[in-house]
């Protein structure tokens, strides 16, 4: 069992034996459950499903970054309009 102390303002400190162990990082959320033995039960919530994609459509290195095809293809229409003209 390990002790924490709580600061003035409330918070609160989990060692990084428990952090590493239940894989907690900077930012993650947990709920605070009042249990019926008067105990404290603090449970991490599960992470936005949509963070977990982050970056999962990375291309790889020769990939050309679809900004640089947006503004070629930017480009080649400023230059049709302008031969139209």
Do not use: N, Y
Not at 11 to 29: E, M, V, Y
Request: hydrophobic content about 35%; some cysteine; proline content about 5%.
């Amino acid at each position: 069992m390990k002790k924490i102390i709580i600061s003035e303002k409330g918070q609160i400190c989990l060692p990084s034996s428990i952090r590493k162990k239940f894989g907690l990082q900077k930012g993650d959320r947990l709920m605070v459950e009042e249990v019926a033995d008067g105990a404290i039960l603090l449970r991490p919530l599960p992470r936005h499903p949509l963070l977990a994609l982050r970056g999962i459509l990375k291309g790889t290195e020769g990939d050309e970054k679809l900004t640089d095809h947006l503004l070629q293809e930017r480009a080649a229409d400023r230059e049709r309009e302008e031969e139209t003209r």
